[in-house]
């Protein structure tokens, strides 16, 4: 069974930083891409930010500009940085780990939650 093991989330004060990083026992090098998904209260979950194996970036337009992505192949580690927080993006963030050889279907975290107060 796939462990993912999410940690960063809490209460941020909008205009500040957020740090989320996961580290699973998959194999990420494995996955050409893995990156963040975020559900809102009020909207379905959607991707966030993905990073491949290559290092191309993809940002949803809501973040782009104040959010990293980074993967580090040799620790089974995803990273999310965002700046300038805001109200907006509170929600539960979900790692994602692409399908690969030995997982043809995507792995999901639990997700953690992040609170921006206003």
């Known amino acids: 069974q796939v462990q993912i093991e999410e940690s960063g989330g809490g209460l941020v004060q909008s205009g500040g930083s957020l740090n989320l990083s996961c580290t699973t026992s998959?194999?990420?090098?494995?996955?050409?891409?893995v990156g963040w998904h975020r559900q809102t209260p009020d909207a379905q979950r959607t991707l966030l930010a993905t990073?491949?194996?290559?290092?191309?970036?993809k940002y949803a337009d809501s973040v782009s500009g104040r959010c990293t992505v980074s993967r580090d192949n040799d620790a089974n580690t995803v990273s999310l940085q965002m700046d300038n927080v805001k109200p907006e993006d509170t929600g539960v963030y979900y790692c994602?780990?692409?399908?690969?050889?030995?997982?043809?279907?995507?792995?999901w975290g639990q997700g953690t939650r992040v609170t921006v107060s206003s």
């Open positions: 994602y780990i692409g399908p690969s050889l030995g997982h043809p279907t995507p792995s």
């Open positions: 998959r194999k990420i090098a494995d996955s050409y891409t």
């Open positions: 990073v491949t194996f290559t290092g191309q970036t």
